[in-house]
Each structure stands twice: as structure tokens, then as C-alpha cells.
């Protein structure tokens, strides 16, 4: 079963935007990671951040964590048409060897 | 080096017939996981390897889906008997040794059964 809500579904914003997708989960974790999916097709990760992190940056991505809340964010700045698709995070749960994914948040960032 | 790769990349099924599925992982990497992801959806855990064995099966939603992993290498992944809600993207990915970290996502096979 899947672990993680994201939210939201679709977020459609102009280029040079910043985009904002939110993911909460239900039981503890080890760490939360976010990948991005074009086409339907294979998942590239992005960025991983574990349970003793509240935030951490990658390039133009930053992520937060609030393990209090059990939620997460994935913040995308000055977004760019080439960041269109699909944003998952996926969280690793202590004794489970898989990862446990959300539901995905579609992103279109319009030219 | 290569990344993972998955074949076929897509395949056409009538109900009932039985497909393989097959996988090869990035070369080093000891984990292999197996996911689907119905159209739409998130990405479903169905079972992962460590070397040759599958210590972890709890995925698999029934008796017609099996996988094997043969010389801590290339996966296949069977589904017998398939029906229409089969039908899905099947991703593998490997990870290096057993850490849940960072995986490495094949393309997938996109799986139609008519």
C-alpha cells in the first residue's frame, strides 16, 4: 500500500515561478527522498533527507521535513518548462526494505 | 556506466497468456526491488532481492505473480495467467547493498493485457 499523500495533485504554474509540493506520511521513518518521473516512465531521484534533518538544499530544489507533522516539502525555485512532470516522495520505514511511495504531484510549468 | 535496463519496453497481452518480464540492474548493486504503477497511481511495492534471495515477497498481489533473480543479476519477473488489471508500468530498480537509499530506476515495461 501506498505510504505518502502529496498534495497537490496538479500544479500548473508560468516559467520563473516557484512551485511548492507538499507530501505527508503515517508512520516513522528513516529517511524521505523525492523523485521526479517524465512520461510515465523511470523515477530519478533528487534529493534524500533523513529523519534527523529539518532542511536541505540541492542545486534549485530545497526540502524541508517535519517529522512532528509528518509532512515534507519539495520547493522548486525559479522553475523552468524542463521541470515538467510528475514529483513523488517516497519514504524509508525502519525494518522494510522497499520504499513506499505517494501518490505524485503533477507539476506543468507553462513557457 | 549503464543504468538500469528493463524489456521488453512494451508489451501486448491477450488475457490469460503468461509474460516475462526482465530486469538488469546496475552492475555492483546487490538490491533489486520490483514496483507497478497503475495508470496514474503511485508506485506499488511488489518484491525485492538481496543477491539471489527474495526476503521480501509481501508485495506480490497473488499466486500468478512470481520473480526470480539468478546470479545476483538479471531479474525476471512472471505474471501467469494475466487479466486485464495486470495491465500497468512495471518498474525495477537497484540499489547498492541493502540500504534503503538512494534507487535507480529502469524505464519500465508498460504492460497492456487485452
Known amino acids: 500500500s501506498q505510504q505518502g499523500e502529496e498534495d497537490p495533485q496538479a500544479l500548473s504554474i508560468q516559467e520563473g515561478e516557484n512551485a511548492t509540493m507538499n507530501c505527508s506520511y503515517k508512520?516513522?521513518?528513516?529517511?524521505l527522498q523525492w523523485y521526479r518521473q517524465n512520461s510515465g516512465r523511470g523515477l530519478v531521484h533528487l534529493i534524500l533527507i533523513r529523519s534527523n534533518e529539518r532542511e536541505k538544499h540541492s542545486g534549485r530544489l530545497r526540502v524541508t521535513l517535519d517529522t512532528s507533522k509528518k509532512s515534507s516539502s519539495l520547493l522548486i525555485t525559479a522553475s523552468r518548462a524542463a521541470d515538467t512532470a510528475s514529483y513523488f516522495c517516497a519514504t524509508a520505514r525502519t525494518g522494510a526494505n522497499n520504499l513506499f511511495f505517494g501518490t505524485g504531484t503533477r507539476l506543468t510549468v507553462i513557457p | 556506466g549503464a543504468g538500469v535496463s528493463q524489456s521488453p519496453s512494451n508489451k501486448v497481452t491477450e488475457k490469460g497468456k503468461d509474460v516475462e518480464l526482465r530486469c538488469d540492474p546496475i552492475?555492483?548493486?546487490?538490491?533489486l526491488y520490483w514496483y507497478r504503477q497503475s495508470l496514474g497511481q503511485g508506485l506499488e511495492f511488489l518484491i525485492y532481492f538481496q543477491g539471489n534471495s527474495a526476503p521480501d515477497k509481501s508485495g506480490l498481489p497473488s499466486d500468478r505473480f512470481s520473480a526470480e533473480r539468478t546470479g545476483g543479476s538479471v531479474s525476471t519477473l512472471t505474471i501467469q495467467r494475466t487479466q486485464q488489471e495486470d495491465s500497468a508500468v512495471y518498474l525495477c530498480?537497484?540499489?547498492?547493498?541493502?540500504?534503503?537509499?538512494?534507487?535507480?530506476f529502469g524505464p519500465g515495461t508498460r504492460l497492456t493485457v487485452t
Open positions: 552492475s555492483g548493486h546487490t538490491a
Open positions: 530498480a537497484s540499489s547498492y547493498r541493502d540500504r534503503v537509499d538512494e534507487q535507480y
Open positions: 508512520t516513522s521513518i528513516n529517511n
